[in-house]
């Protein structure tokens, strides 16, 4: 019996993930292939002449238990960009409060002059609840943010992957995760920079606009629809290198615990241990972006609040030290926590729906030869 064209297909498995089902090898009889349709798992088969299958066929299982969502399918990167919009849409929009002192002492260090009075400051102004102004925009803006960044970093770690190659996906893997993660944040920023705007206008200047929904149509009819997108290229500043950061250490670190801190291998962990090891390696990868980003950070919040103000105007009333280094003690607790959270709260969703957690896996060296025939 010849096989449909679809089950001649073959496809190259990512050798990002791995679990115990993707380290088996099944050898497909022929009067199995006769009696039976072929699995849904990618497979590398060769074809005599004739039309038959030969012997020499392979099956590689999607790394993924039965009736748990297939590896690289569509649903799951639909499961990673709901894991990305409850990642970053809840954490950003939980530290609302230190963001807005963080900003606000960029923008008027004589007044905000520490955390600690910064927040006496907004208590003693605004109340209560000022800490949480602007947290409309954050939370839509981060949620669509988070969607773009994890969907597209898991959709282009598979492609640059599959491009590269087996055995060069394995040795440049780092490259993989920088390149990555750059292409799924420049889609990301996008989606975030009108949010983000409007955000920094409404917790930086008292009595501008009470949230999103007076704050978005003044910040329009002041500044243009066009006027949204003033930040882009400061953002694409901050925010690319931040998150080439936050992934790549993130991968590296994680693959480190797993390597030399924990002598049990991760897919023998139990799950809260490996959910613990994603908030570790999250945290610390957390604070590398924070030092990255800071600069950048300085000069999104220094455009968005001054009409009509340019990046040399933000380096004039910095200067090259405070560009670095204001508001950097507060930023590295803030995104050092984010980044953490982000994790946990990312990998927690995967593993609920039945996928693993991220990184701390090394590509299989049978597989890699496998893919080579």
């Not at 392979?58 to 894991?83: L, N, Q, R």
């Not at 927040?119 to 003693?124: I, M």
């Not at 920023?189 to 409404?202: F, G, Y």
């Not at 002598?263 to 809260?272: A, E, G, M, N, V």
Request: charged share 15%.
């Amino acid at each position: 019996m010849a096989l449909s064209e679809n089950s001649r297909q073959s496809l190259i498995p990512s050798f990002l993930y791995s679990s115990s089902s993707s380290k088996k090898l099944l050898d497909l009889d022929s009067s199995m292939l006769r009696n039976s349709t072929l699995p849904s798992s990618p497979s590398i088969s060769s074809l005599s002449p004739n039309g038959g299958v030969s012997r020499r066929s392979f099956v590689i299982p999607a790394p993924s238990e039965p009736g748990k969502i297939a590896m690289y399918s569509p649903a799951f990167y639909a499961a990673c960009t709901a894991g990305g919009i409850l990642s970053c849409g809840l954490t950003h929009t939980s530290v609302t409060p230190l963001d807005l002192v963080k900003c606000n002492m960029q923008i008027d260090p004589a007044k905000y002059k520490s955390i600690s009075s910064g927040f006496g400051v907004l208590l003693k102004e605004q109340g209560v609840k000022g800490f949480f102004r602007g947290w409309v925009p954050t939370l839509l803006g981060y949620s669509a943010q988070g969607a773009c960044k994890f969907g597209f970093y898991e959709f282009f770690k598979k492609y640059y992957s599959d491009i590269a190659g087996p055995e060069y996906a394995a040795k440049y893997k780092t490259l993989i995760y920088l390149a990555g993660s750059a292409s799924a944040e420049f889609i990301a920023d996008v989606a975030l920079c009108p949010m983000e705007a409007v955000k920094v206008r409404v917790q930086t200047q008292p009595g501008f606009a009470r949230g999103l929904s007076d704050g978005l149509p003044k910040f329009i009819k002041s500044e243009g629809t066009l006027g949204l997108y003033k930040g882009i290229v400061p953002l694409w500043g901050r925010q690319i290198p931040y998150t080439m950061m936050k992934f790549a250490s993130f991968e590296t670190i994680v693959e480190l615990l797993y390597k030399y801190a924990i002598p049990t291998p991760k897919d023998q962990c139990s799950k809260s241990l490996q959910l613990g090891v994603s908030f570790a390696g999250g945290y610390v990868a957390g604070v590398f972006c924070a030092i990255v980003s800071h600069p950048a950070d300085n000069l999104v919040s220094f455009l968005n609040n001054a009409k009509g103000a340019t990046v040399g105007d933000a380096v004039k009333n910095f200067g090259l030290w405070g560009l670095f280094t204001r508001g950097l003690p507060l930023r590295i607790v803030m995104i050092g926590t984010l980044t953490g959270a982000q994790w946990g709260i990312y990998d927690a969703f995967k593993v609920f729906v039945g996928l693993p957690t991220t990184g701390g896996v090394t590509p299989a060296p049978a597989a890699t030869e496998l893919a080579k025939m």
